[in-house]
């Protein structure tokens, strides 16, 4: 009974300790969805006050911006998120691709802790999130370490004084059992204030994060279509010029603020409003161009407004693309776009179609998302009475899986693909291919790619980024370029990305290059062919150690001795000193080379037996073949 009790009182403050860390991360979680709703808002408003393009975050990026955050909460190692089914929902925060639906049919509000830690030396909790109307699940891993600890504290104290409770006997241990209740119960309140407080903070800092941010809206709404701010201190400006202001004037005021802030707000509805029912009937947003024919008299006072461009609304226009062909578009498509803010700031169009008026470009090059602006631009050309430049619109690369490359796909940086050894030719000859063709040629020198290079080659339809092409274009660079520009290149990636090579090694590495470069896709796959001989210490793959028995030793130490009369290794020697072990210990090549290659290299892949002798030169070889782990 005693030992039933000690069990079940560290069971229960288990527990007791998962439901605070629970808690507390719930709370946390929950604060952190709030803040990105906010964010999330303050940024469109950002956009629309700029004259931008709304944008629209897919369900993925706002919940990998909320497990961004999680994984900040200290002894958080990952977090995974999962539909309300348990399928996966992939994210760039990695690790999501392997991972086994989740059964949460019987934790369906999830209140719980659900968590394991044997044998994966961490803690899963999980969680349902739901904001932006979306409803999914979040597994949070944690550290085991620092509740281990505290599990083995409370199981000490609570082992220790069952210990003692038995030594003194059934007489005390009623006594003994109430002093450990009120023990585990003083603890539990700690903890329950504990976690109280942290709630508690957690919920102010919501509330602080919340004002700020309406605050920060505010400053956005007021300075939006209507812009009440300079009426505002003109306003505060009059009142400071009377040494006294009666009730009267004050309500006044007030009443002025009122009217300008609900005008803001009024409008920034408005435009809301057209945007919903644009997207009701799956319409791209057009502004109403409300004030387009009004008359100077109608506009409304003390408002600092954006200036736009009145667009042709009947009629289509046609852009001659030198790479999509004729694009025709409905004129009453294009709306009355800003040209400049009401801070008086230029956009982006206004902006570029001056600056390549100025500087006198005659073809603009540039990806086909930006079609739209070109029709824009085109107008804003046409009403200068300018010398409209020739366009071409080229596809956007897309993933192998045919999705929009981005950032968060991988080597999506020059950096990237140098950081693994491709060569800056061979990268260059695979992008020039990339949606673009001359003939049936596909290696193009850097002179080829100038002479030949035109927009007519280029294709209308979206190209895939494809690493193994990549690669395989490295490998044919890599065996074909001139040895002594590989060798370059090698030693400028090892400095940068690996281990400089020493000069005394330059030399071996050079000679080596033939056999080195031998199924080598990058310059990272030639470094580790040569690591036997760049690195000085070998290091040895401990399951290929496991090959060097007694029989090994002994081939080891008859090759050594076998090639002690040598000059020089070479081929020509070295095979028949080779064969005739094989034939004396009644094995194969396999049995003879492997023992050699890992006492010479630290493995039994790489290099050819032959290739790897010839390279260290005999007394390299003879040095490493007198190991001390073959005796």
């Not at 394991?116 to 803690?123: D, E, M, R, S, V």
């Not at 919340?210 to 201190?233: D, E, F, I, Y």
């Not at 001989?533 to 090994?552: G, Q, R, S």
């Not at 070479?570 to 028949?576: I, M, T």
Request: negative net charge.
């Amino acid at each position: 009974m005693t030992t039933a009790l000690l069990l079940h009182s560290i069971r229960e403050f288990h527990t007791q300790i998962i439901k605070s860390e629970h808690d507390m991360l719930d709370s946390e979680l929950s604060r952190i969805a709030e803040e990105v709703e906010f964010k999330l808002l303050e940024r469109d408003l950002t956009f629309f006050d700029l004259g931008l393009p709304e944008i629209t975050s897919n369900r993925e990026d706002l919940l990998e911006e909320v497990v961004i955050e999680a994984i900040t909460i200290p002894k958080v190692i990952q977090v995974f998120a999962y539909e309300s089914n348990g399928t996966s929902i992939l994210l760039s925060t990695g690790g999501q691709e392997n991972k086994e639906a989740k059964n949460f049919a019987k934790t369906e509000n999830l209140t719980i802790p659900q968590y394991n830690h044997l044998p994966t030396k961490y803690f899963s909790m999980f969680f349902r999130i739901e904001f932006l109307e979306m409803n999914c699940i979040l597994e949070v891993q944690l550290e085991e370490d620092y509740i281990l600890e505290e599990w083995k504290s409370i199981n000490g104290q609570v082992l220790e004084q069952g210990f003692l409770i038995i030594l003194i006997g059934t007489i005390l241990l009623f006594v003994i059992f109430r002093f450990m209740s009120a023990r585990i119960q003083h603890r539990e309140n700690q903890l329950e204030s504990k976690n109280q407080l942290l709630v508690k903070t957690n919920q102010k800092l919501a509330q602080v994060y919340k004002t700020v941010s309406l605050g920060a809206l505010t400053g956005h709404l007021m300075h939006s279509l209507k812009t009440p701010l300079p009426r505002l201190q003109m306003i505060a400006k009059e009142a400071e010029l009377k040494k006294a202001i009666d009730p009267n004037e004050l309500y006044s005021v007030n009443n002025q603020i009122r009217e300008l802030v609900s005008h803001s707000l009024h409008s920034l509805q408005e435009i809301e409003d057209q945007k919903k029912r644009a997207r009701q009937k799956k319409l791209p947003y057009i502004y109403n161009r409300k004030w387009r024919d009004a008359d100077e008299k109608d506009i409304p006072k003390d408002i600092n407004p954006v200036i736009r461009f009145k667009s042709k609304i009947k009629g289509s226009s046609v852009l001659k693309d030198l790479v999509q062909g004729d694009v025709e578009i409905e004129n009453n498509t294009i709306e009355d776009f800003i040209i400049l803010r009401n801070d008086g700031t230029p956009t982006y169009n206004l902006s570029a179609t001056v600056d390549d008026h100025q500087m006198g470009m005659t073809h603009i090059i540039r990806g086909d998302d930006h079609k739209i602006n070109t029709f824009k631009q085109i107008q804003i050309y046409l009403a200068m009475g300018w010398e409209v430049p020739n366009f071409a619109h080229i596809p956007l690369i897309h993933t192998i899986e045919g999705k929009k490359l981005s950032k968060r796909d991988n080597a999506s940086t020059l950096d990237d693909y140098s950081k693994i050894g491709i060569i800056p030719d061979a990268l260059r000859n695979y992008l020039l291919r990339l949606g673009w063709s001359y003939q049936d040629k596909e290696i193009f020198t850097l002179d080829d790619s100038i002479k030949y290079f035109n927009l007519e080659g280029i294709g209308k339809s979206p190209s895939k980024l494809d690493m193994s092409r990549i690669l395989s274009m490295n490998e044919h660079y890599i065996k074909t370029i001139d040895e002594q520009e590989l060798f370059k290149s090698l030693m400028e990636y090892c400095e940068i990305y690996k281990e400089k090579i020493k000069p005394e090694k330059e030399e071996k590495i050079k000679n080596s290059l033939s056999f080195l470069k031998n199924k080598a896709k990058t310059l990272e796959d030639i470094f580790n062919n040569a690591k036997f001989i760049i690195l000085d210490k070998i290091n040895f793959n401990p399951d290929d150690l496991k090959l060097i028995d007694d029989k090994a030793k002994k081939i080891i130490q008859e090759f050594k001795s076998e090639i002690s009369s040598l000059d020089k290794l070479n081929k020509d020697v070295l095979e028949p000193i080779v064969n005739n072990l094989i034939k004396k210990h009644e094995t194969n090549f396999k049995g003879v080379g492997q023992p050699l290659r890992v006492i010479l290299t630290g493995s039994k892949f790489g290099p050819g037996l032959y290739d790897i002798l010839i390279s260290l030169g005999k007394e390299e070889v003879d040095q490493r073949l007198g190991n001390k782990i073959i005796g």
